[in-house]
Protein backbone atom coordinates (compact mmCIF):
# COMPACT_ATOMS: atom_id res chain seq x y z
CA UNK A 1 0.00 0.00 0.00
CA UNK A 2 2.16 2.54 0.46
CA UNK A 3 4.57 1.45 -2.33
CA UNK A 4 1.50 2.21 -4.63
CA UNK A 5 1.00 5.74 -2.74
CA UNK A 6 4.67 6.45 -3.28
CA UNK A 7 4.39 5.40 -6.71
CA UNK A 8 1.12 7.74 -6.92
CA UNK A 9 3.29 10.29 -5.40
CA UNK A 10 5.64 10.19 -7.81
CA UNK A 11 3.18 10.28 -11.36
CA UNK A 12 1.43 13.23 -10.00
CA UNK A 13 4.84 15.03 -9.20
CA UNK A 14 5.66 14.25 -12.78
CA UNK A 15 2.50 15.72 -14.30
CA UNK A 16 3.76 18.77 -12.85
CA UNK A 17 6.76 19.02 -15.00
CA UNK A 18 4.51 19.45 -17.82
CA UNK A 19 1.39 21.00 -16.08
CA UNK A 20 2.55 23.67 -13.61
CA UNK A 21 5.87 25.01 -14.41
CA UNK A 22 5.20 26.63 -17.97
CA UNK A 23 6.15 29.15 -15.50
CA UNK A 24 8.56 32.69 -16.06
CA UNK A 25 11.47 31.95 -13.80
CA UNK A 26 14.08 35.22 -13.11
CA UNK A 27 17.11 33.31 -13.53
CA UNK A 28 20.38 35.16 -11.94
CA UNK A 29 23.00 32.53 -12.65
CA UNK A 30 26.23 32.89 -10.51
CA UNK A 31 27.91 31.00 -13.31
CA UNK A 32 26.83 32.39 -16.04
CA UNK A 33 24.61 35.85 -15.64
CA UNK A 34 26.71 38.03 -13.21
CA UNK A 35 27.84 40.87 -15.56
CA UNK A 36 30.27 41.75 -12.64
CA UNK A 37 32.67 38.88 -15.18
CA UNK A 38 33.54 38.66 -18.70
CA UNK A 39 31.96 35.55 -20.78
CA UNK A 40 35.53 34.01 -20.77
CA UNK A 41 36.12 34.63 -16.91
CA UNK A 42 32.77 32.56 -16.26
CA UNK A 43 33.75 29.78 -18.74
CA UNK A 44 36.75 29.78 -17.04
CA UNK A 45 35.25 29.68 -13.41
CA UNK A 46 33.01 27.38 -15.02
CA UNK A 47 35.95 24.88 -16.09
CA UNK A 48 38.03 24.84 -12.84
CA UNK A 49 34.78 23.99 -10.86
CA UNK A 50 34.14 21.01 -12.90
CA UNK A 51 38.24 20.34 -12.33
CA UNK A 52 37.80 20.34 -8.56
CA UNK A 53 34.43 18.38 -8.53
CA UNK A 54 36.02 15.18 -10.81
CA UNK A 55 39.31 15.38 -9.26
CA UNK A 56 40.42 12.01 -7.88
CA UNK A 57 39.94 11.66 -3.95
CA UNK A 58 42.53 10.10 -2.12
CA UNK A 59 42.54 10.02 1.17
CA UNK A 60 45.04 12.54 3.37
CA UNK A 61 48.54 11.81 2.97
CA UNK A 62 49.10 12.96 6.50
CA UNK A 63 46.64 10.21 7.56
CA UNK A 64 49.46 7.95 6.73
CA UNK A 65 52.41 9.25 7.55
CA UNK A 66 54.77 8.55 10.72
CA UNK A 67 54.91 10.76 13.77
CA UNK A 68 58.68 12.16 13.35
CA UNK A 69 57.40 16.35 14.13
CA UNK A 70 55.27 17.43 16.67
CA UNK A 71 53.18 19.55 13.43
CA UNK A 72 52.42 17.96 10.51
CA UNK A 73 50.65 19.79 7.74
CA UNK A 74 49.66 18.37 4.57
CA UNK A 75 48.55 20.52 2.11
CA UNK A 76 48.32 18.22 -0.89
CA UNK A 77 44.46 18.59 -1.69
CA UNK A 78 43.18 21.18 -3.78
CA UNK A 79 40.29 21.58 -1.58
CA UNK A 80 41.78 22.33 1.91
CA UNK A 81 44.40 21.84 4.52
CA UNK A 82 45.14 19.67 7.09
CA UNK A 83 47.52 19.89 10.20
CA UNK A 84 48.20 17.35 12.78
CA UNK A 85 49.15 18.78 16.41
CA UNK A 86 51.18 15.04 17.15
CA UNK A 87 51.67 15.67 21.36
CA UNK A 88 49.47 17.77 23.93
CA UNK A 89 49.13 21.47 22.91
CA UNK A 90 48.20 24.41 24.48
CA UNK A 91 45.45 26.97 22.72
CA UNK A 92 45.64 30.57 23.46
CA UNK A 93 41.68 31.83 21.99
CA UNK A 94 43.14 35.16 22.62
CA UNK A 95 45.77 34.83 19.62
CA UNK A 96 44.31 31.81 18.13
CA UNK A 97 47.77 29.88 18.36
CA UNK A 98 48.80 26.53 19.21
CA UNK A 99 51.76 25.80 21.39
CA UNK A 100 53.56 22.65 21.14
CA UNK A 101 56.63 22.26 23.78
CA UNK A 102 59.87 21.40 22.67
CA UNK A 103 63.22 21.91 23.94
CA UNK A 104 65.52 19.96 21.56
CA UNK A 105 64.15 20.74 18.28
CA UNK A 106 64.48 24.02 16.10
CA UNK A 107 61.76 26.36 16.39
CA UNK A 108 58.44 25.78 14.05
CA UNK A 109 55.74 27.85 12.68
CA UNK A 110 52.79 26.15 10.31
CA UNK A 111 49.91 28.56 9.71
CA UNK A 112 46.26 27.02 8.49
CA UNK A 113 42.99 28.40 7.54
CA UNK A 114 40.84 25.69 8.58
CA UNK A 115 38.09 25.98 5.40
CA UNK A 116 37.71 23.39 2.64
CA UNK A 117 37.52 25.92 -0.07
CA UNK A 118 41.37 26.35 -0.69
CA UNK A 119 40.58 27.22 -4.75
CA UNK A 120 38.84 30.05 -4.47
CA UNK A 121 41.26 32.43 -3.35
CA UNK A 122 38.82 34.93 -3.04
CA UNK A 123 37.01 33.74 -0.05
CA UNK A 124 40.13 32.34 1.66
CA UNK A 125 42.09 35.53 1.98
CA UNK A 126 39.16 36.58 4.17
CA UNK A 127 39.56 33.62 6.16
CA UNK A 128 41.54 34.04 9.65
CA UNK A 129 44.82 32.30 9.72
CA UNK A 130 45.60 29.88 13.14
CA UNK A 131 48.72 29.70 13.90
CA UNK A 132 50.81 26.35 14.91
CA UNK A 133 53.94 26.87 16.92
CA UNK A 134 56.73 24.45 18.59
CA UNK A 135 59.23 26.12 20.84
CA UNK A 136 60.77 25.69 24.77
CA UNK A 137 58.35 27.71 25.56
CA UNK A 138 54.14 27.49 26.03
CA UNK A 139 51.50 29.29 28.32
CA UNK A 140 50.19 27.96 31.29
CA UNK A 141 46.68 26.14 30.62
CA UNK A 142 43.87 26.92 32.45
CA UNK A 143 41.06 24.79 31.12
CA UNK A 144 42.35 20.82 30.40
CA UNK A 145 40.56 18.35 28.06
CA UNK A 146 41.22 14.60 27.98
CA UNK A 147 40.21 14.63 24.33
CA UNK A 148 41.82 15.76 21.48
CA UNK A 149 40.44 18.90 19.68
CA UNK A 150 38.79 19.09 16.28
CA UNK A 151 39.25 22.73 14.82
CA UNK A 152 38.02 24.74 11.66
CA UNK A 153 36.54 27.92 10.68
CA UNK A 154 32.60 28.58 10.59
CA UNK A 155 33.58 31.84 8.60
CA UNK A 156 33.56 32.20 5.17
CA UNK A 157 30.20 31.79 3.49
CA UNK A 158 28.79 30.67 6.37
CA UNK A 159 24.94 31.75 6.58
CA UNK A 160 23.75 30.74 3.26
CA UNK A 161 22.34 27.12 3.84
CA UNK A 162 23.95 24.84 0.89
CA UNK A 163 27.53 26.58 2.12
CA UNK A 164 26.57 25.28 5.62
CA UNK A 165 26.36 21.84 4.94
CA UNK A 166 28.67 21.97 1.77
CA UNK A 167 31.91 23.40 3.16
CA UNK A 168 30.69 22.61 7.15
CA UNK A 169 28.17 19.76 8.18
CA UNK A 170 29.64 17.10 5.55
CA UNK A 171 32.91 17.86 5.72
CA UNK A 172 32.88 17.63 9.79
CA UNK A 173 30.87 13.79 9.14
CA UNK A 174 33.71 13.52 7.02
CA UNK A 175 36.76 14.21 8.93
CA UNK A 176 34.85 12.85 12.52
CA UNK A 177 34.25 9.01 10.79
CA UNK A 178 37.80 9.19 9.23
CA UNK A 179 40.35 10.87 11.62
CA UNK A 180 38.09 10.07 14.90
CA UNK A 181 35.79 7.24 14.07
CA UNK A 182 35.58 5.68 17.69
CA UNK A 183 36.80 8.49 19.73
CA UNK A 184 35.33 11.22 21.05
CA UNK A 185 36.64 14.72 20.25
CA UNK A 186 36.16 18.29 21.66
CA UNK A 187 34.97 20.91 18.29
CA UNK A 188 36.73 23.92 18.50
CA UNK A 189 35.61 26.68 15.88
CA UNK A 190 36.48 30.02 14.72
CA UNK A 191 35.27 33.06 13.23
CA UNK A 192 31.34 31.60 13.58
CA UNK A 193 28.40 34.18 13.87
CA UNK A 194 26.82 34.41 17.09
CA UNK A 195 23.73 32.90 15.81
CA UNK A 196 25.54 29.63 14.45
CA UNK A 197 26.09 27.95 18.29
CA UNK A 198 22.66 28.06 19.06
CA UNK A 199 20.99 27.58 15.69
CA UNK A 200 23.15 23.90 14.65
CA UNK A 201 23.28 23.26 18.67
CA UNK A 202 21.40 19.76 18.22
CA UNK A 203 23.71 18.90 15.34
CA UNK A 204 26.93 19.77 16.94
CA UNK A 205 25.82 17.42 19.91
CA UNK A 206 25.47 14.30 17.52
CA UNK A 207 29.50 14.80 17.07
CA UNK A 208 30.56 16.19 19.98
CA UNK A 209 29.05 15.75 23.79
CA UNK A 210 31.29 18.74 25.07
CA UNK A 211 30.66 21.95 25.19
CA UNK A 212 31.71 24.13 21.61
CA UNK A 213 34.38 26.07 22.16
CA UNK A 214 34.40 29.44 19.95
CA UNK A 215 37.32 31.31 19.50
CA UNK A 216 35.66 34.49 18.53
CA UNK A 217 34.35 34.85 22.12
CA UNK A 218 37.03 32.72 24.56
CA UNK A 219 39.60 34.57 25.87
CA UNK A 220 41.36 31.39 28.20
CA UNK A 221 43.41 28.50 27.42
CA UNK A 222 42.98 25.39 26.63
CA UNK A 223 45.07 21.96 27.12
CA UNK A 224 44.48 19.21 24.59
CA UNK A 225 46.18 16.21 24.56
CA UNK A 226 46.41 16.39 20.55
CA UNK A 227 44.68 18.38 17.72
CA UNK A 228 44.15 18.11 14.21
CA UNK A 229 43.04 21.67 12.66
CA UNK A 230 41.01 21.35 8.98
CA UNK A 231 38.26 19.63 7.33
CA UNK A 232 38.12 17.08 4.63
CA UNK A 233 36.27 17.68 1.60
CA UNK A 234 35.11 15.09 -0.96
CA UNK A 235 34.49 17.61 -3.46
CA UNK A 236 30.96 19.53 -3.94
CA UNK A 237 28.08 17.65 -1.73
CA UNK A 238 30.04 14.14 -1.94
CA UNK A 239 30.11 11.67 0.37
CA UNK A 240 32.59 9.05 -1.23
CA UNK A 241 32.41 5.81 1.04
CA UNK A 242 35.27 4.27 -0.39
CA UNK A 243 37.53 6.78 1.44
CA UNK A 244 36.17 6.12 4.63
CA UNK A 245 37.22 3.47 6.66
CA UNK A 246 33.40 2.54 8.20
CA UNK A 247 32.33 3.21 4.41
CA UNK A 248 29.49 5.11 5.59
CA UNK A 249 27.03 6.82 2.93
CA UNK A 250 24.55 9.65 2.36
CA UNK A 251 22.28 7.17 4.44
CA UNK A 252 24.33 7.78 7.22
CA UNK A 253 24.57 11.24 7.36
CA UNK A 254 21.03 11.52 6.23
CA UNK A 255 20.08 9.48 9.81
CA UNK A 256 22.18 11.65 11.61
CA UNK A 257 20.00 14.24 11.22
CA UNK A 258 17.23 12.45 11.79
CA UNK A 259 18.90 11.46 15.36
CA UNK A 260 19.51 15.00 15.61
CA UNK A 261 15.94 16.50 14.73
CA UNK A 262 13.38 13.68 15.15
CA UNK A 263 12.61 13.40 18.24
CA UNK A 264 11.81 16.95 18.26
CA UNK A 265 9.91 16.70 14.83
CA UNK A 266 7.54 14.34 16.44
CA UNK A 267 6.29 16.64 18.94
CA UNK A 268 5.70 19.07 15.83
CA UNK A 269 4.11 16.60 13.60
CA UNK A 270 0.69 17.77 14.72
CA UNK A 271 1.16 21.44 13.12
CA UNK A 272 1.60 19.57 9.64
CA UNK A 273 -0.70 16.52 10.00
CA UNK A 274 -3.77 18.12 10.87
CA UNK A 275 -5.41 14.62 9.94
CA UNK A 276 -8.14 15.47 7.51
CA UNK A 277 -11.23 12.80 6.86
CA UNK A 278 -9.47 12.57 3.07
CA UNK A 279 -5.76 13.05 3.80
CA UNK A 280 -4.29 14.07 0.42
CA UNK A 281 -0.42 13.86 0.30
CA UNK A 282 1.42 17.03 1.04
CA UNK A 283 4.24 19.24 -1.12
CA UNK A 284 6.56 21.62 0.54
CA UNK A 285 6.71 24.76 -2.67
CA UNK A 286 10.51 26.27 -2.20
CA UNK A 287 9.69 29.85 -2.64
CA UNK A 288 12.11 32.44 -3.35
CA UNK A 289 9.90 35.07 -3.91
CA UNK A 290 11.92 37.84 -1.55
CA UNK A 291 15.20 36.37 -2.97
CA UNK A 292 17.34 37.95 -6.51
CA UNK A 293 17.18 36.01 -8.91
CA UNK A 294 15.33 32.41 -9.64
CA UNK A 295 11.75 33.30 -8.51
CA UNK A 296 8.99 31.87 -9.62
CA UNK A 297 6.78 35.07 -10.63
CA UNK A 298 3.18 33.28 -11.24
CA UNK A 299 3.39 31.63 -8.01
CA UNK A 300 -0.39 31.91 -7.16
CA UNK A 301 -1.22 29.79 -10.26
CA UNK A 302 1.42 27.40 -9.61
CA UNK A 303 0.22 26.46 -6.00
CA UNK A 304 -3.43 26.69 -7.72
CA UNK A 305 -2.81 24.10 -10.16
CA UNK A 306 -0.55 21.59 -7.51
CA UNK A 307 -3.79 21.79 -5.47
CA UNK A 308 -5.89 20.80 -8.80
CA UNK A 309 -3.44 18.02 -9.38
CA UNK A 310 -4.22 16.79 -5.56
CA UNK A 311 -1.76 17.85 -3.08
CA UNK A 312 -2.07 19.88 -0.12
CA UNK A 313 0.61 22.64 -0.28
CA UNK A 314 2.96 24.44 2.10
CA UNK A 315 4.74 27.37 0.72
CA UNK A 316 8.24 26.83 2.54
CA UNK A 317 10.59 30.38 2.30
CA UNK A 318 13.57 29.73 5.27
CA UNK A 319 15.07 32.56 6.83
CA UNK A 320 18.27 32.26 8.45
CA UNK A 321 16.89 31.97 11.65
CA UNK A 322 14.35 29.36 10.55
CA UNK A 323 14.00 26.39 13.42
CA UNK A 324 15.79 23.29 11.93
CA UNK A 325 13.45 21.47 14.17
CA UNK A 326 10.43 23.14 12.15
CA UNK A 327 11.86 22.23 8.88
CA UNK A 328 12.99 18.88 9.51
CA UNK A 329 9.49 18.56 11.21
CA UNK A 330 7.60 19.64 8.01
CA UNK A 331 9.95 17.84 5.01
CA UNK A 332 10.68 14.69 7.02
CA UNK A 333 6.69 14.40 7.21
CA UNK A 334 5.85 15.47 3.26
CA UNK A 335 5.75 13.65 0.40
CA UNK A 336 7.08 16.33 -2.44
CA UNK A 337 9.64 18.55 -2.15
CA UNK A 338 9.51 21.21 -5.06
CA UNK A 339 11.83 24.33 -6.00
CA UNK A 340 13.80 26.12 -8.24
CA UNK A 341 17.58 25.69 -7.58
CA UNK A 342 19.17 27.35 -5.24
CA UNK A 343 20.42 27.35 -1.25
CA UNK A 344 16.74 26.30 -0.01
CA UNK A 345 16.98 23.11 -1.67
CA UNK A 346 19.26 21.75 0.60
CA UNK A 347 16.20 21.09 2.92
CA UNK A 348 15.90 17.94 0.50
CA UNK A 349 18.64 16.61 3.12
CA UNK A 350 15.44 16.19 5.41
CA UNK A 351 13.18 14.24 3.11
CA UNK A 352 12.90 10.92 3.80
CA UNK A 353 13.65 7.92 1.41
CA UNK A 354 11.15 7.88 -1.21
CA UNK A 355 9.69 10.90 -1.02
CA UNK A 356 9.88 13.26 -4.34
CA UNK A 357 12.04 15.75 -4.97
CA UNK A 358 11.61 18.01 -8.23
CA UNK A 359 14.84 20.26 -9.16
CA UNK A 360 13.46 23.65 -11.38
CA UNK A 361 16.97 24.13 -13.19
CA UNK A 362 17.48 27.55 -14.97
CA UNK A 363 19.33 28.26 -18.40
CA UNK A 364 22.69 27.93 -18.09
CA UNK A 365 23.14 25.86 -14.50
CA UNK A 366 22.24 22.21 -15.15
CA UNK A 367 25.78 20.58 -14.28
CA UNK A 368 25.21 22.60 -11.05
CA UNK A 369 21.71 21.28 -10.24
CA UNK A 370 23.33 18.22 -11.11
CA UNK A 371 26.04 18.27 -8.89
CA UNK A 372 24.91 20.04 -5.86
CA UNK A 373 21.26 18.52 -5.55
CA UNK A 374 20.90 15.89 -8.02
CA UNK A 375 23.40 13.23 -7.28
CA UNK A 376 22.61 13.99 -3.44
CA UNK A 377 19.21 13.01 -3.89
CA UNK A 378 19.78 9.71 -5.96
CA UNK A 379 22.12 8.47 -2.99
CA UNK A 380 19.16 9.52 -0.41
CA UNK A 381 17.10 7.17 -2.23
CA UNK A 382 14.13 9.91 -3.32
CA UNK A 383 12.46 9.53 -6.26
CA UNK A 384 14.08 12.85 -8.09
CA UNK A 385 13.44 14.60 -11.02
CA UNK A 386 14.83 17.85 -12.75
CA UNK A 387 12.61 20.35 -14.47
CA UNK A 388 14.95 22.53 -16.70
CA UNK A 389 13.22 26.31 -17.67
CA UNK A 390 13.11 26.93 -21.43
CA UNK A 391 14.18 29.72 -23.55
CA UNK A 392 10.56 30.68 -23.41
CA UNK A 393 9.66 30.43 -19.69
CA UNK A 394 12.83 32.50 -18.51
CA UNK A 395 13.04 36.08 -18.13
CA UNK A 396 16.62 37.09 -17.74
CA UNK A 397 17.60 39.62 -15.44
CA UNK A 398 21.41 41.08 -15.14
CA UNK A 399 21.51 42.00 -11.52
CA UNK A 400 25.71 42.50 -11.59
CA UNK A 401 26.54 40.96 -8.57
CA UNK A 402 27.28 37.24 -7.83
CA UNK A 403 24.53 35.28 -6.45
CA UNK A 404 26.39 32.62 -3.88
CA UNK A 405 24.59 28.97 -3.68
Known sequence: MKTKKRVLVAVSALCLFFIVFQISVSSTSRFLNNAAFPAKTREKTRKESKL?????????????????????????????????????????????TFFTMNSTGPPLVERIRPYPRKFEDLIMSQIK??????????PSCRVQHNAPALVFTAGGYTGNFWHDFNDGFIPLFITASTIFPDQDFVIVVSEAPKWWPSKYADLLRMFTKHPIVNLGSDTTTHCFPFAKLGLISHGFMIINQTLLPNSKTYLNFRGLLGKAYNQQAQSQAQIFDPKPTKPRPRLVLASRRHATGRSIMN???????????????????????TSLQESYALLNSSHAFVGVHGAALTHSLFLRPGAVFVQVVPIGIGWAAEAFFGRVAKELSLEYFEYKIGAEESWWTSMGRTICW
Not at 78 to 86: E, V
Not at 129 to 138: A, D, E, F, H, M
Not at 301 to 319: A, C, N, S, T, Y
Open 129 to 138: NLTLTVGPRI
Open 299 to 321: QAQVIRLIKKVGFDVVVFEPKTK
Open 52 to 96: ISEQIHHPPESLSLPLESPIICDRTSIRYDLCSINGPTVMDSATS
